[in-house]
């Protein structure tokens, strides 16, 4: 049993790229049971601290802790990530499980099988993965992702190219990974999306992160002006 | 011009009879040009997922020199490889001068680079594509290079398709290795240059029209592989 990645403690990170500070000074607490959404305006800094949490970028400066563990290759094989445009392998709907399947020493159809129809895929398992529409692609995404059981599951705008029945497929299955146990930790600047998926909210401004707020208080009673800009449906830069 | 269609009329003859002679040269050359370009995988497909994926000092440097390769003129490679495999050549002791395993070894080299710079590109960039979700999938690195190897074997057999297409026109290497000996080493594109000087057009312009065939046909074998692929949108 691989020890638990949550609650993780995140302090003082920071990413400088170019000679600009673009996550800067970042503290944060991730708890288990809940879906934290990650949200503000383009070029916030949303994605690039997916990417640190996930351990895909090195940060410049600051920690972070998984439970008692530091980033590493093992904090994320216990983890997975879907990406804004979807990754697929040049293969079958059903290859692309299998490879996720396989890479966790299963070799189970039955499970691939599950896992297709519980996103929908079922009729499609032998199509070529590209020849699918961009909702369909993205469910796959998501499907291959939780094939690999993950404990975090990082989501960076999944449905930002996505029409509404598309998103709302996305977002079930979101939910339903979330009843399963999975953390949720999602990026979006849709905030219709949030207010229906969120349990708490980060919100990033210029690479700071200005508030961490359970959903309903930061709806209500946001505490940064630049939040309440946001929420109003003004332009913030 | 009544010498050239009386050099058609029989070059076709040649080929509706099923020429002995003309049958032996094509065998040997396909023999030859397929091991060298099987060969020429073996070594460049390696070579090339490395330089794609790899990221190491001098790996620039290396793309450079193995660029430059694919240039290589076929007559200097023969040269070398004979200075290497004459009696008085460091691997003389083989004594397979002036025979297919020689016209081989050439080829392998000249079709070699191009296999590898080739394959450098299509593995590189699909490996771009797949890098970061491979780094969050926790992909091993043996995993990862076989995925890209199968996941690019369209685009990787249309780079073998067009070593082949070097190999089985190329004249410069095979006439200095192989001599060009009757029955030996004489392949298409030696017999096409002796006939000729011999004033055979018959047999030169037949093996021509083969090898204009076999020139039609790699091309159409990679139409149809950049077809194929693209119906299971791999392009």
């Not at chain 1, 949303?46 to 970028?57: F, T």
């Not at chain 1, 009729?123 to 291959?144: I, M």
């Not at chain 1, 979006?188 to 961490?212: K, P, T, W, Y």
Request: glycine residues 8%.
């Amino acid at each position: 049993m691989p020890e638990a990645l949550l609650p993780a403690s995140i302090s003082r990170l920071t990413f400088e790229a170019g000679g600009r500070r673009l996550v800067n000074d970042a503290h944060l607490e991730l708890q288990l049971g809940t879906i934290t959404m990650i949200m503000g305006p383009n070029g916030a800094g949303k994605s690039l601290l997916l990417r640190l949490l996930h351990g895909l970028i090195e940060p410049s400066a600051g920690n972070i802790q998984w439970g008692t563990r530091a980033p590493s290759e093992d904090t994320r094989y216990q983890q997975a990530m879907v990406f804004q445009r979807p990754v697929m392998l040049r293969r079958s709907v059903a290859a692309n499980i299998d490879f996720a399947l396989r890479l966790r020493g299963k070799k189970d159809t039955v499970a691939r099988d599950r896992i297709l129809s519980t996103v929908g895929l079922q009729d499609c398992a032998k199509q070529p993965a590209r020849l699918l529409s961009g909702g369909e692609q993205q469910r796959l995404s998501l499907a291959r992702a939780l094939a690999t059981e993950p404990d975090v599951l990082f989501l960076d705008e999944p449905t930002a190219h996505l029409d509404p029945a598309s998103t709302a497929a996305i977002e079930d299955i979101v939910r339903v990974a979330h009843r399963a146990g999975t953390k949720i930790i999602f990026v979006s600047h849709d905030i219709g999306q949030a207010r229906r998926l969120a349990d708490e909210v980060i919100f990033m401004h210029r690479g700071r992160i200005l508030e961490q707020t359970p959903a309903s208080q930061f709806f209500k009673d946001p505490k940064s002006p630049e939040a309440t800009q946001f929420l109003a449906g003004e332009l913030v830069f | 011009m009544q010498d050239f269609a009386a050099a058609f009329i029989e070059a076709f003859n040649l080929l509706a009879r099923a020429d002995s002679d003309l049958l032996e040269i094509v065998g040997l050359s396909l023999r030859v040009s397929l091991s060298a370009v099987i060969l020429s995988c073996f070594i460049g497909f390696p070579i090339g997922a490395a330089l794609g994926i790899g990221r190491f000092p001098g790996r620039q440097t290396l793309i450079v020199c193995v660029n430059a390769l694919m240039g290589l003129p076929p007559v200097v490679v023969g040269l070398i490889v004979y200075l290497f495999l004459s009696n008085a050549g460091p691997l003389g002791w083989m004594e397979i001068l002036y025979s297919p395993t020689a016209m081989i070894i050439a080829q392998t080299i000249l079709v070699a680079p191009i296999v590898a710079a080739l394959s450098r590109q299509v593995v590189g960039d699909l490996h771009a594509e797949y890098a970061e979700q491979f780094r969050s999938l926790s992909v091993p690195t043996r995993t990862a290079v076989a995925a890209l190897l199968w996941d690019a074997r369209h685009s990787l057999a249309t780079v073998a398709l067009a070593g082949f297409g070097r190999a089985i026109a190329e004249v410069g290497a095979v006439i200095i290795v192989g001599g060009n000996i009757d029955h030996l080493t004489r392949v298409m594109t030696t017999a096409i240059a002796l006939e000729t000087s011999k004033g055979n057009l018959a047999l030169a312009l037949a093996l021509g029209l083969i090898l204009i065939v076999l020139a039609l046909a790699v091309n159409a074998g990679v139409a149809i592989l950049r077809s194929a692929s693209e119906r299971h949108a791999d392009a």
